[in-house]
């Protein structure tokens, strides 16, 4: 059998969510952050696999991304990802794969800064930090909207930045304006 990836989708107080799963292993492979359609979240990522078919046996797991979105705890952790490489791996590099594993270690209602992540992996690459989360293929469950800048602004995001400030405010996190103004 053709390892297919299996995408499903939520629709969740008004936004889309989708999430791609590897037919081989059950394992997630994608993830989308909340979309104004079920057709874009779907895109999202047929645009990235084209051997895919879209059902929706995995319908709970794009509810659980939801949650999180929600600011709520979910049952979905690292656990449930692909984390190998292969030809369904969305990590570009083992760097990137490092990156996002340090992100998973930033606790929910803190944030970290582009440069001490860096500086936590033994590296001053603080840009190629930020090009990894850029690509991060776990929105969410792979927390990247806690990474900041190192003058506390909360920087960029996938979703853009309201996206982003939403998010670390529904985690607790004090902001003033694009800043985070208690750690």
Not at 55 to 73: F, L, M, P, T
Not at 114 to 143: C, F, W
């Amino acid at each position: 059998m053709t390892e297919k990836v299996l995408i499903s989708t939520c629709k969740y107080e008004g936004k889309y969510f989708a999430v791609g799963i590897s037919s081989k292993n059950g394992k997630i492979i994608r993830i989308t952050l909340p979309k104004k359609s079920e057709e874009e979240a779907i895109e999202e990522i047929t645009n990235i696999y084209q051997d895919y078919v879209i059902n929706n046996e995995n319908q709970n797991i794009a509810r659980e991304i939801a949650v999180i979105y929600s600011g709520k705890q979910s049952d979905v952790t690292i656990d449930h990802l692909e984390l190998s490489t292969g030809k369904y791996s969305p990590f570009k590099s083992e760097f990137m794969r490092d990156v996002l594993m340090e992100t998973c270690k930033i606790p929910c209602g803190s944030v970290e800064s582009y440069k001490s992540l860096a500086k936590k992996m033994n590296t001053h690459a603080y840009r190629a930090v930020g090009t990894a989360l850029a690509k991060n293929p776990y929105p969410l469950v792979i927390p990247c909207h806690r990474v900041v800048r190192s003058d506390h602004l909360i920087g960029k995001f996938g979703g853009g930045s309201e996206m982003k400030k939403e998010l670390l405010v529904k985690e607790g996190v004090k902001i003033r304006g694009n800043k985070v103004v208690e750690k």
